[in-house]
């Protein structure tokens, strides 16, 4: 099976604490599995920019389902915070045998909160 990546884009509150929950299916339309394999998210302000943020997935923890291709990342209120306009975010998998696969990205498009 070939896993498709896929492009979604988030819509937070700056300043705000967000979990988020991926479901990933394969290029058919079934449970994407990455039992076993390392997966990331990394937040930049652009593309080859600055880092803002990195933390990888604990399988079976907070939702995580790696079997089932769900992952859950809590995205904190200090990286939110650091996001004036909007960002870029991609999720990774690296499998046993060190393959990479980009499993989601997107943008993360911000909105001020009136308490800012």
């Not at 390392?38 to 880092?51: H, P």
């Not at 923890?61 to 992952?71: E, L, P, R, T």
């Amino acid at each position: 099976m070939a896993v498709r990546s896929a492009n979604l884009d988030i819509y937070l509150m700056r300043g705000d604490d967000y979990p988020y929950e991926f479901n990933v299916d394969n290029a058919d339309g079934t449970n994407y599995s990455a039992a076993g394999s390392t997966v990331t998210i990394t937040i930049k302000d652009i593309v080859d920019g600055t880092q803002l943020y990195q933390a990888s997935a604990t399988d079976a923890a907070i939702g995580n389902n790696f079997a089932n291709g769900v992952f859950v990342f809590v995205i904190p209120n200090a990286t939110t915070a650091l996001i004036n306009t909007n960002a870029v975010y991609d999720i990774q998998e690296t499998t046993t045998a060190s393959k990479k696969n980009t499993l989601v990205f997107g943008k993360i498009l911000v909105t001020k909160d009136v308490n800012s």
